[in-house]
């Protein structure tokens, strides 16, 4: 009887860190994901590249000089000096990020480098090159020297990146938040919006492209700005470069500028005869004329500092006084 009554103690001992474990889950919860790591001491200008079919892959520049990848579902995951990137200057320092779904797979994996599944999350020295190519999922970048993304699909978030993005997406959503340098973003059917930018030198220029998404814009300070969409709607949100040149386009929806009444620029709008030109600015020499084909406005307010250039083929172009 003595014995029976050690044994139920000691079990329910046993039990009770399980059964707090399984509370604080929840139920219908699953136990908490292993996390796999990698650390490794690299070059402060180090170029790292990685490829996935899928998952969430989060990049954050820190002052350290190394490297630290964490697959967050438990996969194998290693750092691999690669010696030199394709596309590089000679020598360029490269590390692939590697992540497979077990020891046994690895070999697989380096011949199909785009095969990782799964969450990724990387700290990279703020003064690196981070390639990125995913088939689905969301990538976060913040706090960088130098971007380049390929996607499929999936949501990019990019922010605080210093010198230059470069942006591929086919069905995602691209955002680009308080960065500088060399801007390039094309989506095929995704929105795109970029707020706080502005060029290093002065021979930086801002690209931003969507076939079937919104392209806004806020805050774009660069002597060089190109903006278009085909079907969606454009707009822009100033305070504007002094001596910009702003080329802005959309096939068939509207394009709409809200600039500051201590603005300057000269304007040349144009829509074709079945669209429309509002302006809220008195222009100096500001008149709509119509032609066969098109009708267009050209004028100057302030002492015409930037050059806007606006279209729309079917849609309605605004200059819009806030």
């Known amino acids: 009887m003595l014995r029976t009554a050690i044994f139920i103690v000691v079990a329910g001992v046993l039990l009770i860190p399980s059964c707090a474990a399984q509370a604080r889950r929840g139920p219908g919860q699953s136990s908490p994901q292993k996390r796999a790591e990698a650390v490794l001491t690299v070059e402060p200008d180090i170029i790292v590249t990685l490829c996935a079919a899928s998952g969430h892959i989060t990049v954050r520049g820190w002052e350290r000089k190394e490297i630290y ?18 596309g590089t200057p000679l020598a360029a320092p490269h590390v692939q990020v590697i992540a497979h779904e077990s020891v046994a797979k690895a070999t697989a994996t380096r011949l199909d480098r785009c095969r990782v599944f799964g969450n990724i999350e990387l700290n990279v020295p703020q003064t690196a090159t981070v390639w990125l190519k995913t088939r689905g999922g969301n990538i976060s970048i913040d706090g960088l020297a130098h971007v380049r993304v390929e996607t499929l699909s999936g949501t990019v978030d990019l922010r605080r990146i210093k010198s230059t993005t470069k942006v591929g997406s086919i069905s995602g959503d691209v955002f680009l938040s308080d960065s500088t340098g060399e801007i390039s973003i094309n989506s095929s059917s995704g929105n795109i919006k970029v707020t706080s930018v502005s060029a290093l030198t002065e021979n930086d220029k801002f690209s931003a492209k969507s076939l079937s998404g919104d392209v806004s814009l806020e805050q774009i300070s660069y002597q060089q700005v190109k903006a278009e969409t085909v079907s969606g709607r454009m707009g822009l949100l100033g305070p504007i470069s002094p001596s910009g040149h702003y080329d802005l386009k959309s096939t068939l929806g509207n394009v709409t500028l809200t600039l500051s009444g201590d603005a ?59």
């Not at 990848?69 to 394709?86: K, V």
């Not at 100096?284 to 084909?293: D, K, P």
């Not at 267009?296 to 172009?317: A, E, H, M």
Request: aromatic letters at 6%; zero cysteines.
């Open 69 to 86: 990848a964490a697959s967050l579902n438990g996969a194998h995951i290693e750092l691999s000096r690669d010696g030199q990137a394709s």
């Open 264 to 322: 300057s620029f000269q304007v040349n709008a144009s829509v074709s005869q079945e669209g429309q030109i509002i302006n809220d600015f008195p222009l100096h020499g500001g008149e709509i004329h119509t032609s066969s084909a098109l009708r267009d406005l050209k004028g100057v307010y302030g002492n015409g500092g930037s050059l806007l250039v606006l279209s729309s083929f079917s849609g309605r172009v605004r200059l819009r006084r806030k």
